[in-house]
């Protein structure tokens, strides 16, 4: 059964710094593509980043570009998203997923709630 689990947001001042995680189970993530998400309030839920398999690979929203760095650690399942320089437009709940450009699975986490006001 696929599984995700993110960890690490809270309230940040903007300009502020948080580093998102993501466990992973359920498939073979040492090989797979995978990417970030958020959801603000009352929007649809977006793109923010991905990497792929090989970790050489990256892709970004034009909105965190040079703000918001992906990684991942391929000797556990998990997947990080450090976020820096932090916008009030950043607001959301972030959740990861496998993919690219889209997410290959229905089935979501229960996401990180990350809050940047002042």
């Known amino acids: 059964q696929v599984q995700f689990v993110e960890s690490g947001g809270g309230l940040v001042e903007p300009g502020g710094s948080l580093r998102l995680s993501c466990v992973a189970d359920?498939?073979?993530?040492?090989?797979?593509?995978m990417s970030w998400y958020r959801q603000a309030p009352g929007k649809e839920r977006e793109l923010v980043g991905g990497?792929?398999?090989?970790?050489?690979?990256?892709n970004w929203a034009d909105s965190v570009k040079g703000r918001f760095t992906i990684s991942r650690d391929n000797s556990n399942p998990i997947l990080y998203l450090e976020m820096t320089d932090l916008k009030p437009e950043d607001t959301g709940v972030y959740y990861c997923?496998?993919?690219?450009?889209?997410?290959?699975?229905?089935?979501w986490g229960q996401g990180t709630q990350v809050t940047v006001s002042s």
């Open positions: 997923n496998k993919g690219y450009w889209r997410p290959d699975f229905d089935s």
């Open positions: 359920g498939f073979d993530f040492w090989t797979s593509d």
């Open positions: 990497i792929s398999g090989d970790g050489y690979g990256r």
